[in-house]
């Protein structure tokens, strides 16, 4: 939509927060600040196999609210600031192994959920953090490395063994150009709760792997809170990268009168 087409809507429908309603914006700077906490996530019952993940935010609140509204309502326009705020957890995970090029591999949807909302949102947020991240000074691009097939059940109500069982064989490796030696290879998804689906993604990654030094590491737009106090469950260097991109993810909010 052109900018008269969006003024227009605006007119119709204004433009709330998808966080906390507050007329005006997309996210507003204090919803958008919490997306910008990133984090070493972990969950409950951490999963053999499951890599290193890093969180922008905490999915409880607004956070939910912003990411729900993106992946289930049909706001498009939250592309921008989520994936910038995943594009903030990769750079976090990535100044751990710095200098490597990253490549980012989208966990692929399945085939239910593709036809329910009719797009790929996780890679949608992986082409925004790929451009953030390169135009932040990081090496990065998008490798959708996996492809999904047959069907799983609604993970709802099961355990952690239940869910890892469910997802069994439902990745398989994609193919494309070969990994680069190197290369710092980055599962990207818009939350992680038991880490089943990350866990399973990894173990398919592996056999896609160049020889050699090719870590795997992983990053989400946000985690679900640890049990029984939601607090973060370690910090992350803020160098350069994460600077640029706090900033830029300020300037894809609008700013309240109070913060």
Request: hydrophobic share 50%; glycine share 10%.
């Amino acid at each position: 939509m052109g900018g008269l087409g969006a003024a227009l809507a605006d007119l119709v429908l204004p433009r709330t927060c998808a966080g906390c309603g507050v007329p005006g914006a997309v996210l507003c700077r204090r919803c958008a600040r919490l997306l910008a906490r990133p984090h070493v996530a972990t969950p409950r019952r951490v999963p053999a196999g499951l890599p290193p993940v890093v969180a922008a935010g905490v999915y409880a609140g607004p956070v939910r609210a912003a990411v729900l509204a993106f992946k289930e309502r049909g706001r498009a326009e939250l592309a921008g600031p989520l994936g910038t705020a995943l594009a903030l957890a990769v750079a976090a995970g990535a100044a751990v192994l710095p200098g490597r090029p990253v490549l980012l591999v989208p966990v692929p949807p399945s085939r239910a959920s593709l036809r329910s909302r009719g797009r790929d949102h996780v890679r949608e947020l992986a082409g925004v953090a790929a451009a953030e991240l390169s135009a932040a000074g990081v090496a990065a691009r998008v490798a959708p490395l996996l492809a999904r097939t047959g069907r799983v059940r609604d993970s709802a109500g099961l355990s952690v063994a239940e869910r890892r069982a469910n997802l069994a064989g439902t990745f398989v490796p994609r193919g494309g150009p070969a990994v680069p030696p190197g290369a710092l290879l980055v599962l990207v998804d818009d939350v992680l709760t038991s880490g089943a689906t990350l866990t399973e993604a990894a173990a398919v990654l592996a056999v896609t792997r160049a020889e050699g030094d090719t870590p795997v590491l992983a990053a989400a737009v946000a985690a679900t809170p640890r049990a029984p106090v939601p607090v973060v469950t370690g910090t992350v260097a803020d160098g350069a990268p994460q600077r640029g991109l706090r900033n830029r993810l300020d300037r894809l909010s609008t700013p309240l009168d109070s913060d």
